[in-house]
């Protein structure tokens, strides 16, 4: 099989907020300084309870249109790309001057460890409470690269899933049902925040792949180098391609797809037959399987156009 170990049981991507497509919000100018500055000291504060919940409900995200991040790094990275409500941190000075947000709410250390569920926190920790990103509905604008998740589960692998998309360029990625939620807290360390910085799409197969036929969108599926099917049944008997290079801008107008499924479920019968079959070749006898995330890094990059230039030296003085 193409990945190694199943996928772990975790919420489903729900719900699916709002028609309004979502715009990646480089560059936009925010309040740097806050409006109110607060003090909470006790654990029962209802604001802290909303936050727990945000961090570790993916219903209630859903429901409230918000999330929580976690890190200094975090926070301070994303700063620029989103709207951030609440900023919680120990000491005003922990706060970079300049730092976007509506809200500073300063905590005592317990506080911060029930926030944020570290069990260390100390100078310069800092969370933050910023509204999420909207799923989008229109398959129709989507860039060139897109990229396609079928009942990715894992938050791990979901983030860095993310992250090396947004890294390669793939700005739109596409969700289909039994995905993770992006906005999960390890989701969301995994993929440093790509996810509130990529526009994602959520959708079914059988509607996917008609916009594929719509817009001629040449459409790759990741599969077992022997072209065994994993799960559903979809693709049975079809050999996994070698790995190409592909430039999207070189005999695909239409832009390309890379869709990527979970071992366990595998890939839909639909989905598998709109789909040219790709796989990543290995040394006979290394290894069985390679994990998601590993081999759609590898298939991002060689769709991308990028695998050619992977040996080039580089001045690094």
Known sequence: MLYAGLEASVPHLSPFTSARPHVPRCGIRRPTCSALTERITSLQNETIKHCVKLRSSA??????????????????????????????????EDVPEGTPHSNLTLVT???????TGLQSVGPGTLAAEVLRNVYSHDL????????????????????????????LGWTDVA?????????????????????????LVATEDVELAASWKATGRMAFAAMVPEGTAVGRGGGAGKKGRALPSLDVADGYPGGVALVLGAEGRGLSASLARACLHLSVPMVPGSVQSLNVAVAGAILMAACSGAWPHLGEPQDGR
């Open 109 to 115: 250390p317990p506080v911060m460890r029930k926030l």
């Open 175 to 199: 969700l289909l049902p039994g995905c993770c939620d992006p906005g999960n807290d390890k989701c969301l360390r995994a993929s440093q925040g790509a996810s509130l910085r990529l526009r």
């Open 59 to 92: 219903s209630y995200r859903g429901e409230q249109g918000r999330m929580l991040l976690v890190s200094r790094t975090l926070v301070l990275d994303l700063a620029p790309h989103v709207h951030t409500s609440n900023l919680f941190a120990l000491s005003p």
């Open 140 to 167: 129709a604008s989507c860039g060139p690269r897109q990229l396609v998740l079928d009942g990715v589960q894992d938050p791990g692998n979901m983030g860095t899933l993310l992250r090396t998309a947004l890294a």
